[in-house]
């Protein structure tokens, strides 16, 4: 079933093309953040800027503290993947290997919880954060998702196919519970673990809505706010300058991507 | 096995129980109660019944922004799910040009919606946007395409294609490498064609993972709200207004709490339906693959 040469071109000239309309965007966006305003707006289509400009992510370092909204984002994001995996883990263990009255009811609740989205929840959760005033807090944006549905049913998983003698050998030993789930059972789901935490930090690194409804203020501000706010302020829109913060934004998750392509690939692909 | 202590299980599941209790499973009671008062968040709560859900359907806005929501959907799946398609076809195969093509068109999906609809909100820029730009320069008249209310919402559609095809890729080049090859080869030794081979081995063999893709693509972009918020703020003329965004903007920019919460009981209904579709789907599938 070889493929004929002729076939075999054409697939490869449609891959360049598949190519070409994902990356062009990004190349232009790049190219775009070292021009000037007055050269975007006179030549649209002229891809090369006519010299190299860093002006526009001077701009985007003044306007924005992009240190500490990158400090925070990075914080919120790597605080609720890992609460999750702690969470999910014993959650995970009871599920799957514990007989207790129950049970049902409690791995029911977990899959009934995937249903709902942040987006069904956000207003009564805001007025419930209004009124003890955690608006504006590292509380508001991480307490909401310390447990995860999904992390929860991914690790309960991973677990029933654990064999029991193994968990019975541990107990044997003298080993406590708690000792079981995170100094056993846990190095053998790593990759489980390793794959809910990239899809969980890269998700919330990027979360867009949350941090939105969640705060008012400057005080918890999270970077995609903060880009977004860079096309909203002054008169007329400073391309360059957007183009810029968005390179900023982009830029640590598609390193993340590179480097650990395939566990979140295998992820997404829900093949765990 | 037994837990050591009846109180185990319990404790165990506690912390995710409760969090999930009170951050996913009881707003929604919250909302429906919250439905009933007339509220804007200064002055005291009015119970005032089911006037709000009635005035949302008066006029078919509340069937408007459903229908708009829908719209919006049914084009961002059929359009992930078709490009998905045939690009994990085109790209299943060896060799390091097509892993990056693969990691090129998911990257898309790595990237926040921000960095997404700022980069499409300057693309289609009508004065300073390279394709104003090329339009202009082929003689054409530039098209507004986010502010001409029959153009905005296909347009979002569009950029949510462009930044969810990867995941439909994706999980189609999973689905694919449970077709075996043993079966292709056979059918071509019987003569089938490249087309034929798609349409009577490999389609069938792919249906279950096209259906799981079609559901989680339409739950995903039923609650699709940075692309509007970042774009369009839900304009022109409310063209792009969908259901999360009509929800924030009732909260957020009208200050009727009482509104906001119908809304979400409304959409939160229509999800369920969805999504229920989404669990039966997905179930099936854990158990064929366990």
């Known amino acids: ?3 004929s040469r002729s076939r075999y071109v054409a697939v490869l000239a449609l891959a360049c093309v598949a190519a070409a309309a994902w990356l062009l965007p990004y190349a232009w966006m790049v190219l775009t953040s070292f021009k000037t305003l007055p050269e975007i707006v006179a030549h649209p289509t002229a891809p090369l800027p006519e010299h190299v400009d860093p002006g526009a992510y001077r701009e985007v370092f003044a306007t924005l503290p992009v240190a500490r909204y990158m400090g925070i984002t990075v914080f919120m994001a790597a605080a609720i993947a890992l609460l999750q995996i702690a969470l999910a883990l014993p959650a995970g263990y009871a599920l799957a290997k514990l007989r207790f009255v129950g049970r049902g009811f409690a791995f029911g609740t977990v899959l009934a919880c995937l249903l709902v989205p942040a987006q069904a929840t956000f207003v009564p959760v805001f007025l419930l954060f209004a009124k003890v005033h955690v608006v504006n807090t590292m509380t508001a944006l991480v307490l909401p998702f310390a447990a995860s549905a999904l992390g929860t049913f991914l690790v309960r998983q991973a677990l029933v196919s654990v064999p029991d003698e193994m968990i019975e050998a541990a107990r044997m030993d003298g080993a406590g519970e708690l000792t079981i789930v995170y100094r056993v059972l846990a190095p053998m789901l790593k990759p489980t673990l390793v794959s809910l935490f990239l899809v969980s930090f890269v998700f919330h690194y990027n979360d867009y809505f949350w941090p939105l409804v969640m705060t008012t203020d400057d005080h918890v501000r999270t970077l995609p706010l903060g880009v977004a706010l860079l096309r909203e302020q002054g008169t007329g829109v400073r391309w360059h300058i957007v183009m810029a913060g968005n390179v900023v934004l982009s830029l640590p998750v598609l390193t993340l991507f590179a480097i650990a392509q395939k566990h979140l690939v ?6 765990t | 096995m037994r837990p050591r202590s009846t109180w185990h299980p319990w404790a165990m599941l506690g912390p995710t129980l409760a969090l999930l209790a009170v951050f996913f499973a009881l707003p929604i009671g919250v909302a429906a109660y919250e439905s009933l008062f007339s509220w804007d968040m200064l002055t005291p709560p009015r119970y005032v019944g089911t006037a709000n859900y009635e005035a949302l359907a008066a006029h078919g806005e509340l069937l408007r922004i459903a229908l708009r929501t829908l719209g919006y959907s049914v084009l961002v799946v059929a359009g992930t799910m078709t490009l998905g398609l ?69 347009t979002l559609a ?3 294609v462009w ?35 798609f349409r009577h081995v490999t389609l069938p063999l792919l249906a279950p993972t096209a259906s799981f893709v079609a559901t989680t693509s339409l739950v995903t972009s039923f609650q699709a709200f940075d692309v509007v918020r970042i774009m369009t703020q839900g304009g022109p ?34 999800l369920l339906a969805v999504a229920g579709l989404q669990l039966r789907v997905w179930r099936a599938r854990a ?4």
């Open chain 2, 287 to 290: 158990g064929v693959s366990r």
């Open chain 1, 266 to 271: 295998r992820a997404v692909s829900a093949r």
């Open chain 2, 86 to 154: 045939g690009l994990a076809l085109l790209l299943d195969r060896p060799g390091r040009l097509f892993a990056f093509v693969r990691a090129s068109v998911f990257s898309a999906y790595v990237v926040s919606w921000v960095a997404v609809a700022l980069l499409w909100m300057w693309i289609l820029d009508g004065n300073a946007g390279p394709i104003a730009g090329f339009m202009r320069s082929l003689g054409l008249a530039p098209v507004s395409f986010l502010g001409d209310p029959g153009w905005a919402l296909p």
């Open chain 2, 163 to 197: 930044k969810l095809t990867g995941y439909a890729m994706i999980v189609f080049l999973a689905g694919l490498q449970g077709v075996p090859r043993s079966l292709l080869e056979a059918a071509a030794l019987d003569g089938a064609g490249p087309w034929a081979r």
């Open chain 2, 237 to 270: 003329a409310r063209a792009t207004e969908l259901f999360v965004y009509a929800i924030y903007e009732q909260i957020f920019l009208n200050l009727s709490v009482g509104r906001a919460s119908a809304l979400t009981v409304v959409f939160f209904v229509l």
């Open chain 1, 1 to 3: 079933m070889r493929e």
């Open chain 2, 158 to 160: 569009v950029v949510g």
